[in-house]
């Protein structure tokens, strides 16, 4: 009995020290219903099994995701658009998020985000949309920053731009109020997938420009993606990435360990994971980003990254500094 006792008090002496052993993070992702979201949930999942407790928080976009590593405490990483960071690194904007924006690395790249046009019937491709009522997304919101560079580069000029979050902009349409939104999102939305039925008359529109296939690579939404959409629809993408700030804190070895257990456990993500895991290539070279140096330190090293076809790599960087410059 009373070993039995003793025994009983040493499991609640050593109770605290496992809690307080446990390291907490944070990830800030997208809205709720977005793909960035749900990666932060299978992320909280794998790494739960690691002793890591990661809370997955929804935030406006990606501009609001860059800030956040930078200064909110316990967000140590982010998933961001990576025109994005080029946006801000060359568009006039404050001076302290441009500051930001240098120290900004790479943790791992994801996965191509493809860009839906979602609009009424009768508008062939996005070419149409010179002279039509256009949502671009909430300002500041990675949708809002790739929407404003493809009118940017293309010269097509619409008659309103609407800077809406993507769920009014759905009500919007629906309702006839605008003509075309847009939402930067890997396949398959949430909100496409719940909130749009055959009756609503509405498309996944075209984008076929030339000017907007030098920038950025071509994609595709496969037919069937969303139950009211039939047939195959080209469009174009851009790269998701796992972003963290250059600290020189704890921050650094949790995040470089935290890296490291999403490197070792890849095919889980992909079997267990949002459909878009499958896409991932955490060896991809992404032009123009430099990998958190906090990775290669504290992670299990990689093997060497593939050779890419240039024709693969995502060019959206180094056209948008020329055209900018």
């Known amino acids: 009995m009373k070993k039995a006792f003793i025994s009983l008090v040493c499991i609640f002496c050593l109770a605290p020290w496992s809690n307080a052993s446990a390291v907490e993070m944070g990830i800030i992702t997208g809205k709720e219903k977005g793909t960035y979201f749900q990666f932060g949930l299978n992320l909280q999942q794998l790494v739960q099994q690691h002793g890591i407790q990661l809370n997955v928080i929804p935030s406006e976009?990606?501009?609001?995701?860059?800030?956040?590593?930078?200064?909110r405490p316990g967000v140590p990483m982010g998933i961001v658009q990576s025109d994005v960071l080029a946006f801000v690194a060359k568009v006039q904007t404050s001076q302290l998020l441009k500051n930001v924006a240098r120290k900004i690395k790479m943790v791992y790249p994801l996965y191509n985000e493809e860009v839906h046009l979602v609009g009424r019937k009768g508008i062939a491709s996005f070419d149409d949309l010179a002279g039509k009522r256009v949502a671009l997304g909430e300002e500041g919101s990675?949708?809002?920053?790739?929407s404003k560079l493809l009118f940017e580069v293309s010269k097509v000029n619409p008659k309103e731009m609407v800077l809406i979050g993507t769920d009014q902009a759905l009500a919007k349409l629906k309702a006839g109020a605008i003509d075309a939104?847009?939402?930067?999102?890997?396949?398959?939305?949430?909100?496409?997938?719940?909130?749009?039925?055959?009756?609503?008359?509405?498309?996944?529109?075209?984008?076929?420009?030339?000017?907007?296939?030098?920038?950025?690579?071509?994609?595709?939404?496969?037919?069937?993606?969303?139950?009211?959409q039939q047939e195959a629809v080209p469009t174009i993408a851009v790269k998701?990435?796992?972003?963290?700030?250059d600290f020189r804190t704890a921050n650094c070895e949790n995040v470089g360990?935290?890296?490291?257990?999403?490197?070792?456990?890849?095919?889980?993500?992909?079997?267990?994971g949002h459909p878009k895991w499958k896409a991932v290539d955490?060896?991809?070279?992404?032009?123009?980003?430099?990998?958190?140096?906090?990775?290669?330190?504290?992670?299990?090293?990689?093997?060497?990254?593939r050779a890419k076809d240039p024709s693969q790599l995502n060019p959206v960087l180094d056209a948008i500094r020329e055209i900018l410059e």
């Open 240 to 245: 998701a990435v796992l972003v963290s700030f």
């Open 61 to 71: 976009g990606s501009i609001e995701n860059i800030y956040a590593v930078y200064k």
């Open 282 to 305: 955490l060896d991809y070279t992404l032009k123009g980003w430099e990998q958190y140096d906090c990775v290669q330190k504290y992670a299990p090293p990689r093997q060497k990254p």
């Open 181 to 228: 939104m847009f939402y930067v999102a890997g396949v398959p939305v949430k909100l496409f997938t719940e909130g749009i039925t055959e009756s609503d008359n509405l498309q996944i529109i075209p984008i076929t420009n030339r000017d907007l296939q030098q920038f950025y690579p071509t994609a595709e939404i496969p037919a069937g993606t969303y139950p009211w």
């Open 142 to 146: 990675g949708t809002y920053l790739t």
């Open 257 to 272: 360990k935290f890296a490291g257990i999403l490197s070792e456990n890849i095919d889980w993500l992909r079997q267990n």
